[in-house]
């Protein structure tokens, strides 16, 4: 192959640039970042030799400063890359990453930049942030295509080129920067190495001058030993895999510098979990629930890794999503296994019966540990529920099996909690009045909407809580929760509700029964002149001060849901619904007037759709004719204002 030069694609550039001409205030993890990237290429290259025998080496990586000709090479024996992966890996980025990575990094300081290069995985770009110029030789392990030589000053292009590299493994080699030289001396690296990758399991070596007595000459009798510089291999890292460290002996600090390592959340962990399973299977599991939902989980490319999973301290995946059910995937760690066999592929991963007991253990422990932080930490689990509430209730309607202690974990805001405050269903069901039996709730898209909703009225003047529900994902979860403890879950807005007790309705009942007597023809009417939307009209005993809201049977979808559905295109079996009418309302008493003086009144029918238009607007929902409904508004004002000149005379 000839030398060939490329550009690199437009998106690629523009990261490079920021990274170039950025003021990261700590360029320090730039070393980090390489080293990461030759341990991830080592954990490669060992996996394969499991089964490729001709693969194993002594692992290792090596950093080499130079001061003479003013570079760091960074030096792996891991897999290696060919040509195409060259191109693929370091020559482009993932599209999507690269545009949230560039959009992020505009909105935010730039202090925060290098979680934010962790979290894109732009990692090998940050050694720009030092280096006029990077070399990369690689060959890849196992393959007989040649070695590959890659070179770029960041600006543009890159060259690519045939190397006569024979070793597997690769090397990048940094040409620094005029005023990035103190990353020449051997004590900032080994500093850095200590700091940032200390727990790498494969020995990071650099030699460096040591001072050593120098050997005494026959016949030299003094008693000051001399010290000479010699010249000595050294291994930076303690290579101890933490998670098989006793945990007494671990520091918050360590435990901080690796969750940095394997997550892409940032910050530190809002949770450490060190626990060994021992029994049906042993293994040691490290676990972490970070505070922050890294930007990137929405992303298809950069997704989140799962776990990673090791048998006896030797890496297999960080691929497994077996080890974890879908909804605990903001959870990162560790696991190492002592029973798995080593020779394990992908496939012999799925349904394994000691994988299946090591999920159940973690997600055991993992429910058990916010249920501990839930009741001892409020504060630290609501800010937890803000940021991964939505997972939890991913499981309440996925996991069966631990339904009910996920339910538990559930924060809601409610209608006397001020905005922002969190109560759990066990909170709301202590504080319900004694002769409030169930639990209700009302679903919707804020709480500035429903707050205000006509449904809420007679809860109000009852004193009984409601819980909000304003996230997309509630209705899903309500709709398996038929149950809290004793108590039954109830929407607001479905079915026949009546708060009164036993006392009350037996002294409003001859009261109703008269006036359903005396307006049952008007409300036949009006249903009527619905009949398209709606398949009952009523009397509610929701409603204190609005004249009317529509009501859905007991196992309807929410009209949010509905409204969510529409909108992402999914055909919807039309609902009809009830219109429940304030029999109270001075509205609906006018409307009986006219009703008995002309039967045959064309205000009537338009009443009655202002009546249903009125409802869908109170609850947030579109109606079907809103020229209609303003010109009939309208016309009402002017009526009214006609008639209030009337009256005054003029
Ligand atoms: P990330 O490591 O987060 O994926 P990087 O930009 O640091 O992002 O690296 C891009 C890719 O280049 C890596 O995923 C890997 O495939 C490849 N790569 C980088 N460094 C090495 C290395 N030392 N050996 C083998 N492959 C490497």
């Given at each position: 192959m000839t030398k060939e030069t490329r550009k690199f694609e437009a998106q690629t550039q523009k990261v490079l640039d920021l990274m170039i001409h950025s003021l990261y205030s700590n360029k320090d993890i730039f070393l980090r970042e390489l080293i990461a990237n030759a341990a991830d290429a080592i954990d490669k290259a060992r996996f394969h030799s499991l089964s490729h025998k001709d693969m194993a080496q002594d692992w290792i990586i090596r950093i080499e400063p130079d001061k003479k000709r003013k570079t760091i090479k960074i030096m792996d024996n891991g897999i290696g890359m060919t040509h195409d992966e060259v191109v693929k890996n370091i020559g482009t980025i993932a599209q999507s990453g690269t545009k949230g990575f560039i959009e992020e990094l505009s909105k935010k300081d730039q202090k925060n930049a290098p979680e934010l290069i962790g979290q894109f995985g732009v990692g090998f770009y940050s050694a720009f942030m030092v280096s006029d110029n990077i070399e990369i030789e690689t060959k890849k392990g196992g393959s007989s295509e040649p070695a590959v030589k890659w070179v770029s000053r960041g600006e543009g292009e890159y060259t690519i080129d045939d190397s006569t590299r024979t070793e597997q493994g690769t090397t990048v080699t940094l040409y620094l920067k005029k005023d990035e030289e103190k990353y020449l001396e051997t004590w900032k690296l080994k500093e850095i190495v200590k700091k940032y990758s200390d727990f790498i399991e494969y020995p990071i070596k650099m030699k460096d001058m040591v001072k050593e007595p120098k050997k005494k000459e026959e016949g030299d009798k003094s008693e000051k030993p001399e010290y000479i510089d010699v010249e000595k291999d050294e291994i930076l890292n303690s290579q101890k895999a933490i998670w098989l460290r006793n945990q007494k002996e671990i520091t918050e600090e360590e435990y901080k510098q690796f969750f940095n390592h394997l997550s892409r959340s940032g910050g530190d962990p809002l949770k450490t979990i060190h626990y060994s399973a021992e029994g049906t299977s042993e293994f040691k599991a490290l676990l972490f629930i970070p505070s922050k939902n890294p930007?990137?989980?929405?992303m298809p490319d950069t997704r989140k890794k799962n776990l990673h999973l090791y048998i006896r301290r030797i890496f297999i995946t960080d691929e497994c999503p077996d080890l974890l059910p879908e909804y605990l995937r903001f959870v990162d760690g560790v696991v190492d296994s002592n029973d798995l066999p080593l020779n394990v592929s992908r496939e012999t991963l799925q349904d394994n019966p000691t994988l299946d007991k090591i999920e159940k253990n973690l997600i055991k422990k993992i429910i058990a540990t916010l249920t501990q932080i839930k009741e001892s930490e409020k504060e630290k689990y609501t800010s937890f529920f803000k940021e991964f509430g939505r997972y939890i209730k991913e499981g309440v309607h996925s996991d069966y099996e631990n339904k009910d202690k996920l339910q538990d974990l559930l924060l809601f805001e409610s209608m006397k909690n001020e905005p922002g405050k969190l109560i759990s269903l066990k909170e709301y069901s202590d504080a319900m009045p004694k002769e409030q039996k169930d639990i209700y709730y009302i679903v919707g898209e804020s709480r500035r909407i429903i707050e205000n909703s006509p449904h809420l009225e007679m809860f109000k003047a009852k004193g009984f809580d409601v819980i909000f529900m304003t996230e997309p994902i509630d209705e899903f979860v309500v709709m398996n929760m038929f149950k809290y403890g004793e108590k039954g879950m109830r929407a607001v807005g479905k079915g026949e509700i009546d708060l009164d007790t036993e006392e009350e309705k037996k002294q409003n009942k001859e009261k109703e029964e008269q006036a359903k007597k005396e307006y049952s023809s008007l409300l036949e009417f009006i249903q009527k002149k619905l009949d398209e939307n709606v398949n009952e009209v009523r009397f509610s005993k929701r409603l204190i001060d609005s004249a009317c809201c529509l009501v859905g049977g007991a196992y309807d979808q929410s009209p949010y849901m509905e409204r969510i559905m529409k909108s992402m295109n999914q055909a919807m079996p039309k609902n009809k619904r009830v219109l429940e009418l304030n029999q109270n309302h001075p509205l609906v008493s006018a409307m009986k007037k006219l009703y008995e003086v002309n039967s045959n009144d064309p205000k009537l029918g338009e009443f009655a759709e202002l009546l249903y238009d009125q409802a869908l607007l109170a609850e947030g929902s579109p109606i079907s004719n809103p020229m209609q409904f303003a010109k009939r508004v309208a016309n009402l004002m002017v009526l009214d204002a006609n008639n209030a000149i009337g009256s005054s005379g003029k």
């Amino acid at each position: 192959m000839t030398k060939e030069t490329r550009k690199f694609e437009a998106q690629t550039q523009k990261v490079l640039d920021l990274m170039i001409h950025s003021l990261y205030s700590n360029k320090d993890i730039f070393l980090r970042e390489l080293i990461a990237n030759a341990a991830d290429a080592i954990d490669k290259a060992r996996f394969h030799s499991l089964s490729h025998k001709d693969m194993a080496q002594d692992w290792i990586i090596r950093i080499e400063p130079d001061k003479k000709r003013k570079t760091i090479k960074i030096m792996d024996n891991g897999i290696g890359m060919t040509h195409d992966e060259v191109v693929k890996n370091i020559g482009t980025i993932a599209q999507s990453g690269t545009k949230g990575f560039i959009e992020e990094l505009s909105k935010k300081d730039q202090k925060n930049a290098p979680e934010l290069i962790g979290q894109f995985g732009v990692g090998f770009y940050s050694a720009f942030m030092v280096s006029d110029n990077i070399e990369i030789e690689t060959k890849k392990g196992g393959s007989s295509e040649p070695a590959v030589k890659w070179v770029s000053r960041g600006e543009g292009e890159y060259t690519i080129d045939d190397s006569t590299r024979t070793e597997q493994g690769t090397t990048v080699t940094l040409y620094l920067k005029k005023d990035e030289e103190k990353y020449l001396e051997t004590w900032k690296l080994k500093e850095i190495v200590k700091k940032y990758s200390d727990f790498i399991e494969y020995p990071i070596k650099m030699k460096d001058m040591v001072k050593e007595p120098k050997k005494k000459e026959e016949g030299d009798k003094s008693e000051k030993p001399e010290y000479i510089d010699v010249e000595k291999d050294e291994i930076l890292n303690s290579q101890k895999a933490i998670w098989l460290r006793n945990q007494k002996e671990i520091t918050e600090e360590e435990y901080k510098q690796f969750f940095n390592h394997l997550s892409r959340s940032g910050g530190d962990p809002l949770k450490t979990i060190h626990y060994s399973a021992e029994g049906t299977s042993e293994f040691k599991a490290l676990l972490f629930i970070p505070s922050k939902n890294p930007v990137t989980v929405f992303m298809p490319d950069t997704r989140k890794k799962n776990l990673h999973l090791y048998i006896r301290r030797i890496f297999i995946t960080d691929e497994c999503p077996d080890l974890l059910p879908e909804y605990l995937r903001f959870v990162d760690g560790v696991v190492d296994s002592n029973d798995l066999p080593l020779n394990v592929s992908r496939e012999t991963l799925q349904d394994n019966p000691t994988l299946d007991k090591i999920e159940k253990n973690l997600i055991k422990k993992i429910i058990a540990t916010l249920t501990q932080i839930k009741e001892s930490e409020k504060e630290k689990y609501t800010s937890f529920f803000k940021e991964f509430g939505r997972y939890i209730k991913e499981g309440v309607h996925s996991d069966y099996e631990n339904k009910d202690k996920l339910q538990d974990l559930l924060l809601f805001e409610s209608m006397k909690n001020e905005p922002g405050k969190l109560i759990s269903l066990k909170e709301y069901s202590d504080a319900m009045p004694k002769e409030q039996k169930d639990i209700y709730y009302i679903v919707g898209e804020s709480r500035r909407i429903i707050e205000n909703s006509p449904h809420l009225e007679m809860f109000k003047a009852k004193g009984f809580d409601v819980i909000f529900m304003t996230e997309p994902i509630d209705e899903f979860v309500v709709m398996n929760m038929f149950k809290y403890g004793e108590k039954g879950m109830r929407a607001v807005g479905k079915g026949e509700i009546d708060l009164d007790t036993e006392e009350e309705k037996k002294q409003n009942k001859e009261k109703e029964e008269q006036a359903k007597k005396e307006y049952s023809s008007l409300l036949e009417f009006i249903q009527k002149k619905l009949d398209e939307n709606v398949n009952e009209v009523r009397f509610s005993k929701r409603l204190i001060d609005s004249a009317c809201c529509l009501v859905g049977g007991a196992y309807d979808q929410s009209p949010y849901m509905e409204r969510i559905m529409k909108s992402m295109n999914q055909a919807m079996p039309k609902n009809k619904r009830v219109l429940e009418l304030n029999q109270n309302h001075p509205l609906v008493s006018a409307m009986k007037k006219l009703y008995e003086v002309n039967s045959n009144d064309p205000k009537l029918g338009e009443f009655a759709e202002l009546l249903y238009d009125q409802a869908l607007l109170a609850e947030g929902s579109p109606i079907s004719n809103p020229m209609q409904f303003a010109k009939r508004v309208a016309n009402l004002m002017v009526l009214d204002a006609n008639n209030a000149i009337g009256s005054s005379g003029k």
